[in-house]
């Protein structure tokens, strides 16, 4: 019995090692801003950066598709995201300027190659362009902003996500709706196990193999400690 306590206070003191190191490791904060309707993080900002951008080249697509576009249903939809998006951007800027942020002026480089592809095809083949471009990108953008909706603790920028949620899903549905939306138009599924190998090989929190030896060596603990404080049984 001496032996097996020695083995539990050893256990203890390597438990509590590794539980301390653990919680030692800060959390990236990534500039967390503290505003009067709640923290503001990194990735609340990123999202506003992110609607910004995506109305910078949708907005002015959509309004081609009045002159470029030969299907009734593309024109009629195009117009649809170009004035939703204006919306949302005036949304999006006001939003920003509350929290005393800029954002975005121009398109990032890979959506001016995407306008350029659109702007030089006419007819069936800008149809099929312009819908398979658009669905892609509203596919990318939407798991971002539903992440974004479901941690934020911050008011506005929940009530902002939200906006941004109904419009992606409103235009996603109108964009599938037209037929044209192939295969590439839709975003790759998630592997699975993706979610945890993303978080094992991510440096966010503790580190995951304190995490693992930590529960290893506290089920030994247990283990022990009931082997320990079992009653024994009386020698005959």
Not at 92 to 109: H, I, M, Q, R, S
Not at 113 to 137: K, T
Not at 145 to 160: E, L, P, Q, Y
């Amino acid at each position: 019995m001496t032996r097996a306590l020695a083995t539990v206070f050893a256990l203890l003191f390597l438990f509590s090692g590794l539980t301390a190191t653990a919680a030692a490791q800060p959390a990236d904060t990534g500039g967390v801003m503290d505003t009067p309707s709640g923290p503001l993080t990194a990735n609340d900002r990123e999202l506003l950066n992110r609607v910004r951008l995506a109305g910078l080249w949708e907005m002015p697509m959509g309004e081609l598709t009045a002159t470029k576009a030969s299907n009734a249903r593309v024109k009629q939809i195009g117009k649809m995201i170009m004035l939703d998006h204006m919306m949302l951007d005036a949304l999006t800027k006001k939003t920003a300027a509350g929290f005393g942020l800029t954002t975005p002026d121009v398109p990032n480089p890979a959506q001016q190659s995407w306008m350029e592809e659109i702007n030089a095809l006419e007819g069936d083949a800008f149809d099929q362009a312009f819908v398979a471009r658009l669905r892609a990108a509203h596919g990318q953008i939407f798991p971002f902003i539903a992440k974004v909706r479901s941690g934020t603790r911050n008011d506005v920028i929940r009530g902002f996500a939200q906006a941004g949620i109904d419009v992606v899903m409103k235009h996603m549905t109108l964009l599938e709706s037209t037929g044209l939306a192939g295969d590439s138009s839709f975003a790759e599924p998630q592997p699975a196990g993706g979610i945890i190998n993303a978080t094992l090989a991510s440096n966010e929190g503790p580190n995951m193999w304190v995490i693992l030896t930590v529960t290893a060596a506290g089920a030994v603990l247990t283990v022990l400690l009931l082997r320990v404080l079992r009653p024994r049984r009386p020698v005959r």
